[in-house]
Nanobody, 127 residues
């Protein structure tokens, strides 16, 4: 099984940036998609962005295009989420998750079906 560990959360002022990291316990083989999801207090979990290892295609939730960027370093087995111009409404626990034989869009749209989840990292945007 793949184990995922998210890190990089913290307290940041509005307008600031953070980069989250999701470390995988084993090499991310082809036909694997991994993504970032978040859940704010009292709200449902939502998909932020996902990436396919097969073709490096990415998918972004509508609210995140232009501000957030997903990327990966296969050699380091890490997937990153660069978050810019953070606002208080971005405050949430951010999770990384993935599964085999799905593409980026599917992973983001059908996150309930993903088998592998990290523990989450808290991002707080506040002045």
């Amino acid at each position: 099984d793949v184990q995922l560990q998210a890190s990089g959360g913290g307290l940041v002022q509005p307008g600031g940036s953070l980069r989250l990291s999701c470390a995988a316990s084993k090499f991310m083989l082809a036909n694997y998609a991994i993504g970032w999801f978040r859940q704010a207090p009292g709200k449902e979990r939502e998909a932020v962005s996902c990436l396919s290892t097969t073709d490096a295609r990415t998918y972004y939730g509508d609210s995140f295009k232009g501000r957030f960027t997903i990327s990966s370093d296969s050699a380091k087995k890490v997937v990153y989420l660069q978050m810019n111009n953070l606002q208080p409404e971005d405050t949430a626990v951010y999770y990384c998750a993935g599964d085999y034989f799905v593409n980026a869009e599917y992973a983001c749209r059908e996150d309930k079906t993903l088998d592998y989840w990290g523990q989450g990292t808290l991002v707080t945007v506040s002045s």
